[in-house]
């Protein structure tokens, strides 16, 4: 099985790199952009055991280490 | 009296903490690898600068798990004397032994500057020697400086007196233009509800002598140092 993490920045919690990547397209022209948050995408492969004992897992990964749940959220998906 | 100076891989600052402990403030200071599991005979421990694990995932998230961190954890809760500078202050929060979180700098760059610090309380081992409201300078290096905190966090921090060091200019004025990396209310250090737990952003190991221009940091460790002698007797 394959797990694929989204780490983002909680609503609330400023995005300097974000906001500068807005910048940047609004600079090239791409007026509708709004609203640039940058997050972290991680994949992960899992041997063994039921998809209910992966997603267990994957959530106890995400709140122990992968996420700063202090700043962010973080959700996933669990596939093949 | 005994100091810990823990070393990660990436710690930079390592050296300079020692140095000033040992040498300038003349107390017995080892290092201590990552991976010791005790800190059995240490009256103190200091987490340094740096960029421990390459600062990969999160500043400090997983230099958290180090194997010491969990004798660093106890000793903190007993009521131990732990300073995080920098990197060990990102370590700190990342553990949970203080409040918040450090994101990146609002400027995105990374830092290296002196900057003036408003000390905000005396109340705590490592401010007791100085003046509340007195206008220190201190070297910053960092890019992920940024304090952040809940409303919650924040009100609670203020009310126990826990902002121990807020970025001012040169008259003391906690302005936004004297905030260098974004950080909310200026915050540059704080304590732990206990009192014994610090974590600032500015270094202090490295305006420890006068050669080096300022000797505000090693008015820091000499008050830790003559608390924790008082505590003693």
């Not at chain 2, 991976?35 to 421990?52: C, M, Q, R």
Request: charged letters at 25%; proline letters at 4%.
């Amino acid at each position: 099985m394959k797990a694929k993490i989204y780490v983002t920045l909680k609503s609330g919690v400023l995005d300097p790199q974000g906001k500068a990547v807005e910048q940047a397209l609004h600079a090239l022209g791409f007026k509708e952009v709004g609203g640039v948050r940058i997050g972290k995408y991680l994949e992960i492969a899992l041997d063994g055991g039921t998809r209910d004992e992966a997603e267990h897992r994957v959530r106890e990964m995400c709140e122990k280490l992968l996420a700063n749940l202090i700043i962010e959220d973080y959700r996933f998906e669990i596939g093949p | 009296m005994k100091f810990a100076v823990l070393v990660f891989p990436g710690s930079n600052c390592d050296h300079d903490c020692y140095h000033v402990l040992k040498h300038v403030v003349g107390v017995s200071t080892e290092f201590l690898w990552h991976k010791e599991t005790s800190l059995a005979g240490f009256d103190g421990v200091v987490i340094p600068g740096g960029f421990s694990y390459g600062d990969y995932l999160r500043c400090g998230a997983i230099a958290r798990f180090s194997p010491i961190m969990k004798a660093v954890e106890a000793f903190a809760r007993e009521g131990g004397s732990v300073i995080g500078v920098c990197n060990g202050f990102q370590i700190l929060v990342e553990a949970g032994l203080l409040p918040g979180a450090l994101i990146r700098n609002r400027g995105l760059k990374f830092i290296c500057a002196d900057v003036n610090l408003r000390v905000e309380t005396t109340r705590t081992p490592y401010t007791a020697e100085f003046r509340k409201g007195e206008v220190l300078t201190m070297p910053i290096a960092h890019a992920e400086g940024n304090y952040t905190a809940d409303p919650e966090t924040l009100d609670k921090l203020k009310r126990n007196d826990q902002v121990v060091f807020r970025y001012c200019d040169a008259s003391g004025n906690a302005a936004d233009s004297a905030n260098p990396n974004g950080a909310m209310e200026n915050i540059a250090g704080i304590v732990s509800e206990g009192r014994n737990v610090l974590g600032m952003m500015p270094h202090p190991d490295r305006c420890a002598e006068k050669v080096l221009g300022s000797e505000d940091g090693l008015r820091l460790f000499k008050s830790m140092v003559n608390s924790l002698s008082e505590s003693r007797v």
